[in-house]
């Protein structure tokens, strides 16, 4: 494309990315290896059943479609010896105040880490193209029927791998802050799955858009992609002040379905530093015009980014796809937690039961994702109705996906 006329700015341009390195067969283990990490909480005094065995029943049921520490204990009751032998237990299985005492105990962030683990070393992604980036959306999501000690609700971030279908990392918000002080926690907890952060892009919505995060996001060698709102408003008036009608069109797709029409038209370019925008290391403004057309009615907003990356590794097309990619997090995992595993509905009010399940059905949904699923719910079904089949594929020690 040509270059602008604008002094300190310039279009994007293309520069190619190497693709990531595959997963050995050394890195693949079965469920029971996997959750064999978790300590337990327990006195060793008197344990009757091994911990891996009773998180790979709470994993293998949720996968099932069990929404509740109840059916989790129904789904492990109506195994047969079979099932019951593979998952690591005798003639027994616990019951119900057993499997909820114990669940609710557990470290939500450390389980997390393990399955989210285990999932990633599984799944092989599909051939990657010859651009490809890794690209992880953060948002936060609040689980309106748990409550803990004083009726505060439990609000989770999490991070979602979203070429995988999998939530790399989960953190519980402390209930005197917010999204923004969890934020450094959960790329410590990116980290320790992935190993390196380096060459990753996070993309997070407004409450995001912190000089914090993009200090902290680039000493670990990623880069962040954020929506620029009010709560900038030094910025905000910054990207909007820019001679947008002077710099060329970089992408446009059009879109129909459900009776709307839109159309997104992107503008990007390079903002020279100093003198360019008031935000560390951020190389590109970007801006997206949304036009939709609903029962004959054209509504048009503005929206207004910055991306850490330089024009030569982001071209407007693969903006517009990260950009669209964040939504991800709220149509492929939240709703599917509320619609498929009726989340908002689960009442969980002890210990740490509300982070610990919505962890469970995370990797349940990250599951499905890696086998091929693009029903969740009728996964699920399939699953419930062929539980030695799930148990069998979960705890061997080959790849999810070939």
């Known amino acids: 494309m040509a270059s602008s006329l604008i002094t300190a700015l310039t279009v994007t341009t293309p520069h190619p990315r190497g693709?990531?390195?595959?997963?050995?067969d050394g890195e693949q283990n079965g469920l029971l290896d996997a959750l064999a990490k978790v300590p337990d909480p327990?006195?060793?005094?008197?344990?009757?059943?091994?911990?891996?065995?009773?998180?790979?029943?709470?994993?293998?049921?949720?996968m099932g479609g069990a929404s509740s520490f109840a059916a989790i204990t129904d789904w492990v009751h109506d195994l047969d010896e079979h099932g019951r032998s593979r998952l690591g237990f005798g003639d027994t299985v616990p019951v119900a105040t057993t499997m909820?005492?114990?669940?609710?105990?557990?470290?939500?962030?450390?389980?997390?880490?393990?399955?989210?683990?285990?999932?990633?070393?599984?799944?092989?992604?599909?051939?990657?193209?010859?651009?490809?980036?890794?690209?992880?959306?953060?948002?936060?999501?609040?689980?309106?029927?748990?409550?803990?000690?004083?009726?505060?609700?439990?609000?989770?971030?999490?991070?979602?791998?979203?070429?995988?279908?999998?939530?790399?990392?989960?953190?519980?918000?402390d209930t005197k802050s917010n999204e923004i002080t969890s934020f450094v926690p959960l790329l410590d907890a990116v980290e320790k799955v992935l190993g390196s952060l380096a060459g990753v892009l996070f993309v997070a919505d407004a409450l995001h858009t912190q000089t914090g995060h993009a200090t902290e996001v680039t000493a670990r060698r990623a880069h962040l992609l954020v929506q620029v709102k009010g709560n900038q408003p030094t910025l905000f008036k910054q990207l909007k002040r820019l001679p947008w009608a002077q710099i060329p069109v970089g992408?446009?797709?059009?879109?129909?379905?459900?009776?709307?029409?839109?159309?997104?038209?992107?503008?990007?370019?390079?903002?020279?530093?100093?003198?360019?925008?008031?935000?560390?290391?951020?190389?590109?403004?970007?801006?997206?015009?949304?036009t939709r057309i609903v029962?004959?009615?054209?509504?048009?907003?503005?929206?207004?980014?910055?991306?850490?990356?330089?024009?030569?590794?982001?071209?407007?097309?693969?903006?517009?796809?990260?950009?669209?990619?964040h939504w991800h997090i709220e149509n492929r995992l939240h709703h599917v937690r509320d619609v498929t595993?009726?989340?908002?509905?689960?009442q969980a009010r002890t210990g740490t039961g509300p982070a610990v399940i919505a962890t469970l059905r995370n990797t349940a949904i990250g599951w499905h994702r890696a086998t091929g699923a693009t029903n969740i719910a009728r996964a699920t079904r399939?699953?419930?109705h062929q539980s030695n089949t799930l148990i069998t594929a979960v705890t061997s020690s080959y790849p999810t996906t070939q």
């Open 100 to 173: 909820w005492r114990l669940l609710t105990r557990l470290d939500p962030s450390l389980l997390t880490t393990v399955l989210a683990g285990w999932l990633h070393t599984r799944t092989r992604p599909p051939k990657p193209p010859r651009r490809y980036r890794r690209v992880i959306a953060v948002d936060g999501k609040t689980l309106r029927g748990a409550r803990l000690d004083g009726g505060r609700q439990v609000h989770l971030l999490s991070a979602l791998d979203t070429t995988t279908g999998i939530v790399i990392a989960q953190v519980t918000v």
């Open 19 to 24: 693709a990531p390195a595959p997963v050995t």
């Open 341 to 346: 595993f009726r989340e908002d509905l689960h």
């Open 382 to 384: 399939q699953a419930s």
């Open 42 to 62: 327990r006195d060793p005094r008197g344990i009757r059943y091994p911990l891996s065995a009773v998180l790979a029943v709470a994993v293998c049921a949720v």
């Open 251 to 290: 992408d446009r797709t059009r879109d129909r379905g459900h009776g709307r029409r839109e159309t997104r038209t992107l503008k990007a370019v390079t903002v020279a530093t100093p003198g360019g925008i008031g935000f560390p290391h951020a190389q590109q403004a970007i801006r997206i015009t949304r």
């Open 295 to 325: 029962a004959g009615r054209t509504s048009r907003e503005t929206a207004y980014l910055t991306v850490s990356l330089p024009a030569g590794q982001a071209l407007p097309r693969d903006l517009q796809t990260w950009i669209r990619r």
